[in-house]
C-alpha cells in the first residue's frame, strides 16, 4: 500500500505483509525486506488500520531522518571549520572535507582510527602536548574551547587553531561518564586571524610611536620658548608614571600619566618670553597670565582624542585639595585622579630644578613641602607613593640638585 503524499515525493512506499504463514523460515524472508508491519491472518479490520496507520508513521519518520541526514550532511560538507566525531574512546566516526584538508589525510584513513593518533596538539606559548581530548573538556555540562592552540600534522606541518569539544550524551544521561556516547570537535584554522593580529599589534605600535613622537613634539614646542625649564614636562611625565606604577594603576593608565606629564605646560606657549624668563617675582599682572596656562592648554588639547583624559588633567593640575588652587578652585573629589599625581610630580620636580627666579631648591626641600601638604593639599595616597619611589632610592632625575628649604612664594610651582 503506497503512503499519503509518497508519489509526491517519490519515495517508495513501506510494505506491509498479510499472510497465513508464521513459520521461522518465511518470518525471515520477510524481515530481510524490512517491511513496516506483518499481520497474520485471520485477523479484523481494526487490526489492519491499526498495522497500515503505524506502517505510516513509521515510514514518515524515517523519511524525514534520512531528509534531516542529507540537510546535515550537506551542511558539514560546506563548512569551512574541520569537524570530527568520536566514540567514548576517541575513535574517530565522522570527518567532514575541511577536516581532511586541515589534517592532510583522506577520510578513508581517518575513521576508525584513534584521534590522538592522527595530530599532535600542544598549547601556546608553552607547546606543551595535550593528552587527551578530556583536557579540552572543561565540563560536563558545557563543551571545552581552547583559542590559542597548535596542531601539528603527521606531514610536519604546524597550524595554529581555535578548537570547540562538546560531550555527547545518552539521552537522560547528560553528565554521566557511563552514559559518555563521543564527543564532536570543531577545529578553526587560526592562520588568518593569527597574521591579522600580528599585521594589528605592529600597525599599532608604529601608530602609538608616531603618537608619541607628535606629542613630545608639541610639548617641545612650548619649552623652546622657555629654556630655563627645558626637559621639565618630560621629567615630570617620568615621575608621573612611576607614581601611578607604585599606586598599582594598569600599564595603559601609568602610560596616560606620561603623556599628560609631557603635555601638561603646554599652555605656556600663550605666556610671553619675558614673563617665563623674568629673573626677579612676578607682578599681579603677570602672575595672572601666568596662572592662564592650564585653560590655554586645555583649549589646545580639548579636541584630541586622546584615550585618557589627558585635557582635563592639564586643566586642573594646579588645584588643590583644601580649593586653594586655580584656575576654578576645585576641592578633593572635584579633581580627577590624574591632575592629583600631576600636581605632586610637578611640585616635586619643579622646586628639585633652577629657575629663572630661583636656584634649585632641592629634591628634600621638595619632599618636605609635599609631606607639609599631605592631605590638605595633595592626595595623600600620591604623596606616600611619591615619597617611597624617591626615599627608597628606585626614582631620581638626572643630575639631582641639592638646596636650601624653599620659601613661601616659591612652593606652590607655579611657575
Not at 601539528?152 to 547528560?174: C, H, N
Not at 600663550?270 to 612676578?282: D, G, M, N, Q, T
Not at 580627577?336 to 631648591?361: G, N, Q, T
Amino acid at each position: 500500500m503506497r503512503p499519503r503524499g509518497s508519489s509526491r515525493r517519490g519515495t517508495s512506499p513501506p510494505w506491509v505483509y498479510l499472510t497465513a504463514a508464521s513459520d521461522d523460515a518465511t518470518l525471515e524472508r520477510a524481515k530481510r525486506t524490512n517491511p513496516a508491519g506483518y499481520l497474520a491472518k485471520p485477523f479484523v479490520d481494526h487490526e489492519l488500520s491499526l498495522v497500515i496507520e503505524m506502517a505510516l508513521v513509521k515510514h514518515e519518520a524515517e523519511s524525514r531522518l534520512k531528509s534531516n541526514e542529507r540537510l546535515l550532511s550537506t551542511t558539514l560538507a560546506g563548512l569551512s571549520e574541520a569537524v570530527l566525531t568520536t566514540d567514548q574512546r576517541g575513535v574517530v566516526t565522522y570527518i567532514n572535507p575541511a577536516g581532511s584538508r586541515l589534517l592532510g589525510l583522506e577520510s578513508d584513513s581517518v575513521l576508525g582510527r584513534s584521534w590522538s593518533g592522527l595530530c599532535l596538539i600542544l598549547g601556546e606559548p608553552d607547546r606543551a602536548p595535550v593528552q587527551g581530548l578530556e583536557e579540552l573538556c572543561s565540563g560536563p555540562r558545557r563543551p571545552g574551547r581552547c583559542e590559542d592552540m597548535l596542531l601539528v600534522t603527521f606531514d610536519g606541518r604546524e597550524v595554529p587553531v581555535s578548537i570547540s569539544v562538546s560531550p555527547l550524551y545518552a539521552p537522560g544521561r547528560e553528565g554521566l561518564v557511563d552514559g559518555l556516547l563521543g564527543r564532536v570537535l570543531v577545529l578553526r584554522d587560526a592562520t588568518q586571524r593569527k597574521r591579522a593580529e600580528a599585521a594589528m599589534r605592529e600597525s599599532m605600535a608604529e601608530l602609538r610611536a608616531t603618537f608619541r613622537q607628535t606629542v613630545r613634539a608639541l610639548a617641545s614646542m612650548a619649552e623652546k620658548r622657555d629654556p630655563y625649564t627645558a626637559g621639565h614636562q618630560q621629567r615630570v611625565g617620568r615621575l608621573a608614571r612611576a607614581i601611578g606604577r607604585v599606586m598599582g594603576l594598569s600599564e595603559d593608565a601609568q602610560e596616560g600619566l606620561e603623556m599628560v606629564g609631557v603635555l601638561h605646560d603646554v599652555g605656556k606657549i600663550y605666556v610671553p618670553a619675558e614673563i617665563l624668563s623674568k629673573p626677579a617675582r612676578l607682578s599681579h599682572m603677570e602672575m595672572a597670565i601666568m596662572k592662564s596656562h592650564p585653560e590655554v592648554g586645555f583649549e589646545i588639547l580639548r579636541e584630541v582624542n586622546f584615550p585618557w583624559p589627558v585635557a582635563r588633567a592639564v586643566l586642573e593640575h594646579h588645584e588643590r585639595l583644601d580649593g586653594s588652587g586655580y584656575p576654578a578652585g576645585l576641592k578633593d573629589g572635584e579633581i580627577c585622579r590624574e591632575a592629583r599625581i600631576l600636581a605632586v610630580a610637578d611640585v616635586v620636580e619643579a622646586m628639585s630644578s633652577h629657575r629663572p627666579y630661583r636656584p634649585a631648591l632641592g629634591v628634600d626641600a621638595a619632599l618636605d613641602e609635599i609631606r607639609a601638604g599631605r592631605g590638605r593639599l595633595y592626595d595623600a595616597q600620591v604623596v606616600d607613593a611619591c615619597l617611597e619611589l624617591i626615599t627608597g632610592g628606585s626614582f631620581r632625575f638626572e643630575d639631582q640638585p641639592g638646596g636650601a628649604r624653599p620659601p613661601e612664594s616659591a612652593a606652590g610651582g607655579a611657575k
